[in-house]
């Protein structure tokens, strides 16, 4: 069983208890403000620095992945997604890979069958629950933008109202009470959270090349969402409280209302954690999509030549030059030789060699 899980649970449990004594014993400076404000800036310039990082990595040849039969003669079917020829393949191709986790739709599993026969399989289930996961989360991002933005703008209200999809009504003894509607963003990102978590722990191939630092950001997001349904349908807040205190942090007037509970901040924390996390993590693929040799090449290594810019002369030794210094001595010792040595033609005898051989 890999334990590795555990240094990422433990230290979940550790920030929520963190948070949770610091909100009781009135820390709600540091982890409303100071700590939020921090986050950011260590996310921003993170950011940054990976970013510009990448961008001056140097990619002297196309090193595109490719799946499929490159641009050539013109009765060879050429296969424009899989080995993009030009430019606007390469914005299609990269639009099905980010908006659509195009390879990981056709990545297989491999299993043996009856001992040795080996069949592959698709991976429809990861391929869901990661295109369920991330678009849930993007549903959750924009959602919130209506704490902080005062005018709420409008694609904000159209996302809330479709993400919403009932609302309930009780009636008892004449009086009204509504339910906030339920966020299905909301359930969809815990449940794909809960499966991606679960593929780590009870697959044993997954299981064996996970590591702490692949269960950390999956349990804090977890921890992200929970806290966030529990306010929303459990331990009510003060929502007005609760955007005051996140419109002052976007203007720069920060303060502290009365009426926020503890697992506002609870849930604040875990935020501002994971922004802190995010550039050091493997959810910079995030930005690395696009920035990837890889993916954004396009494969015309047939129709141009690419000469890498970096090359400058240097002195070399030639094999040609390395035999016909040492030709003798390969020979001598049986070495194979690409040139032989030219023997020298045998003498002619002179006028007067020929002439001293006749008077004897």
């Known amino acids: 069983m890999n334990s590795r899980y ?42 940054a620095y990976k970013v510009v990082g990448w961008s001056r990595s140097a990619v002297p040849f196309r090193i595109p992945t490719t799946g499929g039969q490159q641009k050539s003669l013109p009765w060879f079917q050429h296969s424009p997604l899989d080995c993009p020829a030009n430019n606007w393949q390469v914005v299609v191709r990269m639009a ?72 309930l009504e009780v009636l008892y003894s004449n009086f009204q009470f509504g339910l906030p509607g339920v966020s299905l963003s909301s359930l969809v990102l815990l449940a794909a959270v809960a499966y991606l978590a679960s593929r780590r722990l009870f697959i044993r191939q997954v299981r064996y090349i996970s590591m702490a630092s692949d269960y950390f950001p999956l349990f804090l997001i977890f921890g992200i969402a929970l806290t966030g349904i529990l306010m929303r349908y459990f331990t009510k807040i003060d929502v007005t409280a609760a955007k005051e205190l996140t419109m002052g942090l976007v203007t720069f007037r920060p303060t502290i209302p009365e009426g926020i509970g503890s697992v506002f901040y609870i849930h604040l924390f875990f935020v501002s954690v994971l922004l802190a996390y995010f ?26 030549r690419h000469v890498n810019p970096w090359n400058y002369p240097v002195p070399v030794h030639t094999y040609e030059e390395y035999e016909d210094e040492f030709r003798d001595k390969m020979i001598e010792a049986g070495l194979p030789v690409v040139k032989m040595p030219v023997e020298a033609p045998a003498e002619e005898p002179t006028e007067e060699k020929s002439q001293g051989e006749d008077k004897e």
């Open 279 to 304: 550039p050091f993590s493997k959810l910079m693929h995030l930005a690395g999509v696009f920035l990837s040799p890889t993916r954004n090449l396009p494969t015309n290594t047939r129709a141009k």
């Open 96 to 167: 099905l890979e980010i908006l659509t986790f195009r390879s990981l739709f056709r990545n297989t599993r491999m299993r043996l069958k009856e001992g040795t026969k080996l069949s592959y399989q698709l991976e429809i289930f990861l391929w869901v629950g990661a295109l369920a996961f991330h678009y849930a989360f993007l549903t959750v991002i924009i959602r919130h933008l209506r704490f902080f933005t005062d005018p709420v703008p409008f694609f904000v209200t159209i996302f809330d109202n479709v993400d919403s999809f009932f609302r």
């Open 6 to 47: 555990m240094f990422s649970l433990i230290a979940v449990i550790v920030l929520f208890l963190i948070a949770w004594a610091g909100a009781a014993v009135g820390l709600q400076v540091v982890f409303g403000i100071i700590i939020p404000y921090l986050a950011i800036i260590t996310f921003l310039a993170g950011f």
